[in-house]
């Protein structure tokens, strides 16, 4: 089965960095996804991880450790508009298609 | 691209009543997936079809809950007789074959389904 947890809520101020964590423990690993879903709104890929490392996309970086079975989605330069959900989701092997299994989502208030 | 289309956006009905949501995929995507959101459970996978073939549907809630797609470009989820529980917001969401690499899943702009 899988197990993937985040925090339910953060705050943090605009201008600021923010880390959102996310653990995991699966019976298989094929890549660890962030998504972004505003309120009322569908989910939107944001990063995508299957080795070690660190993955950056303009103000937006996550992080993967397999081995620790711990990803984090890091938010720079906060804008008011990043006040949203975010979703961290695992995929499981290769022979599991693509199915995600999503974590039960960060919501992230950014303040002025 | 389109992107996934799903209707209606919003549903009412009463319970004991079948409801019938709708999905057209991204052209080309090789799975549809369907997801339930609520608040206190966040968002499950329903099911999922690759090829026009379900493959996992070990999150349908009950027999009162069935998903056809009956061609590479159209799929449904049918909830027969509806409950008040079955209120939440369901994503259907495409993507490619995986063949290494990202392969992303496409959500759905999603339907809100309330149950009275």
Same mark, same amino acid.
């Given at each position: ?35 972004q ?9 944001l990063s995508?991880? =299957? /080795?070690?490392? /660190?993955e950056e996309k303009g103000r937006f970086s996550s ?10 989605l890091l938010l720079k330069e906060?804008q008011?508009?990043d006040?949203?959900?975010? !979703?961290?989701?695992?995929? %499981? /092997? ?5 199915? !995600? ?12 | %691209? ?9 549903? =009412? ?32 996978? !329903? ?8 493959? %996992? ?28 529980? %079955?209120?939440? =917001? ?27």
């Amino acid at each position: 089965g899988q197990n993937i947890d985040q925090p339910t809520e953060m705050t943090a101020t605009e201008g600021a960095i923010v880390q959102i964590n996310c653990t995991y423990q699966t019976s298989g690993f094929n890549g660890l996804f962030w998504y972004q879903q505003h309120a009322g709104e569908a989910p939107t890929f944001l990063s995508y991880n =299957v /080795l070690d490392g /660190l993955e950056e996309k303009g103000r937006f970086s996550s992080f993967l450790s397999r081995s620790k079975g711990y990803s984090y989605l890091l938010l720079k330069e906060l804008q008011m508009k990043d006040s949203a959900s975010y !979703l961290c989701a695992v995929r %499981d /092997l290769p022979n599991a298609g693509n199915m !995600l299994t999503f974590g039960g989502g960060t919501r992230l208030m950014v303040k002025p | %691209d389109a992107g996934v289309i799903q209707s209606p956006r919003h549903e =009412v009905t009463e319970m004991g009543q079948e409801v019938t949501l709708r999905c057209k995929p991204i052209s080309g995507h090789d799975y549809l997936f369907w997801y339930r959101q609520t608040m206190m459970r966040g968002l499950e996978l !329903l099911i999922y079809f690759n090829n026009n073939v379900p493959i %996992d549907d070990s999150g349908m809630p009950e027999d009162r809950f069935s998903a056809k797609m009956p061609n590479a470009s159209f799929s449904t989820l049918k909830i027969q007789p509806s409950e008040p529980r %079955d209120s939440a =917001v369901y994503f259907c969401a495409s993507s490619p074959v995986v063949g290494g690499g990202n392969n992303e899943q496409f959500f759905g702009p999603g339907t809100r389904l309330t149950v009275l």
